[in-house]
């Protein structure tokens, strides 16, 4: 799989840094952050990333109505929701919206590389 660039959307730092850290394992680059939804909307258009990571829950503005707002405007976007076990019919309705795919935390590099691998086409 080709590099990809990566934004990753979450409002705890220390999961972005894990985030960044299993992306940079697997070969890719996170080339924007975000920590919450209405910041991702404008941060999405400035990189123009290859795929997003997107958190639900989040100050603002959720995980699903962002990437609802990311696709609407940008049909090709690739978002990948993260979540947590107790957040399964949040991501149907991410799903719904527009998101390719969804992992689950705690986020680790081979779950992270699985979830790519059904998201990119190569």
Do not use: W
């Not at 924007?32 to 990333?49: D, F, H, I, K, Q």
């Not at 989040?58 to 090709?76: F, H, L, N, R």
């Not at 991501?91 to 680790?108: E, N, Q, S, T």
């Amino acid at each position: 799989m080709e590099a990809l660039n990566v934004m990753a959307v979450d409002d705890s730092m220390l999961a972005t840094q894990v985030l960044k850290s299993a992306f940079e394992e697997l070969g890719h680059k996170v080339v924007a952050t975000a920590a919450t939804g209405s910041a991702a909307l404008m941060t999405y258009e400035s990189c123009n990333p290859d795929l997003v990571t997107m958190d639900i829950t989040m100050p603002d503005m959720d995980g699903i109505e962002a990437t609802e707002k990311i696709v609407q405007s940008y049909p090709d976007a690739r978002v990948i929701m993260v979540t947590s076990h107790a957040q399964k019919s949040m991501v149907m309705d991410a799903l719904r919206v527009g998101a390719k795919g969804y992992i689950l935390k705690p986020i680790k590099a081979d779950r992270l590389r699985d979830a790519l691998a059904q998201v990119i086409v190569v």
